[in-house]
């Protein structure tokens, strides 16, 4: 399958829906971004973190910031909710008999979600899992390196968890990295996610913001920046 990329503020942004994400995903390696406004915002002021969008191996929209973003360029491309892709990668990996490791969390939410994937898909070949708040990097590379897991879903928070991946590509070329976020955090059971309607609605990041307000720092001013940015790209065609 090809990937066809549009620009999103300088960044490219991959279009596929989220079947065809699945399946390119499942037959590739390298590094998965699930790219959101506050991201671009970062690597427009971080060189190092663009590069590292720029080569990652797909670049998935995530949320309805980077989807309306892309409409305003005139782009029609559906948002790929990162916890649905990633959950969905796992299933998929495990039905080709691939190993899958777990890095990031705290320590409690990763045994939660341990269990829970276990539970909800027995056949899971867990090689590794380690929580996100460890201090020797090596350690984890070199025990990373060890289990050679097909799958690695990274949640240590952005853009941590891409740096971490950009690693990884070098030293397990063979693996798949995606950077999940807060993903454990809802596998667990901790972490409610919005109510579908919301979700529809394309308005989940207004519930977790009510259900959590210091998150609310996060969106903003970021958010409406963002929006206001992609205007003015359309308006003058350049970033
Ligand atoms: N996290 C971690 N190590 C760190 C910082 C964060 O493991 O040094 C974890 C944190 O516990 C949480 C996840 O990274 O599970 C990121 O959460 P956040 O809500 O920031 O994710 P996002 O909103 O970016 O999806």
Redo the contacts with the bound molecule.
């Keep these: 399958m090809e990937r066809k990329i549009v620009k999103l503020q300088g960044l490219p942004v991959d279009t596929f829906s989220f079947d065809d994400a699945v399946d390119y995903a499942l037959h590739s390696h390298g590094q998965v971004v699930t790219i959101?406004p506050?991201m671009i915002a970062y690597a427009r002021k971080n060189k190092d973190f663009a590069a590292i969008i720029e080569n990652a191996e797909l670049i998935t929209p995530d949320g309805i910031g980077v989807e309306i973003g892309l409409k305003i360029l005139g782009n029609s491309v559906k948002r790929i909710a990162?916890?649905e892709l990633a959950r969905k990668l796992i299933e998929m990996y495990t039905a080709e008999k691939k190993s899958v490791a777990l890095?990031?969390?705290?320590p409690e939410?990763l045994a939660k979600t341990v269990e829970n994937l276990k539970n909800q898909i027995p056949e899971i070949n867990i090689v590794y899992a380690q929580?996100?708040?460890f201090t020797d990097e090596q350690t984890v590379f070199d025990a990373l390196k060890n289990a050679k897991p097909d799958l690695l879903l990274t949640?240590?928070?952005?853009p941590?968890?891409e740096i971490f991946n950009n690693r990884i590509k070098e030293i397990l070329p063979q693996t798949l990295a995606i950077g999940?976020?807060?993903?454990?955090?809802v596998w667990s059971g901790v972490?409610k996610r919005a109510p579908v309607i919301w979700q529809k609605l394309g308005l989940e990041w207004l519930y977790?913001t009510l259900k959590e307000p210091k998150?609310f720092k996060?969106i903003f001013p970021t958010l409406p920046l963002f929006v206001l940015s992609v205007i003015k790209e359309r308006i003058f065609r350049k970033v």
Excluded at 155 to 158: D, E, H, P, Q, W
Excluded at 180 to 185: P, R, Y
């Design positions: 959101n506050e990162g916890v890095v990031g969390a705290k939410i929580d996100g708040y949640a240590l928070g952005s941590k968890q999940v976020g807060g993903s454990f955090d972490v977790r998150r996060r």
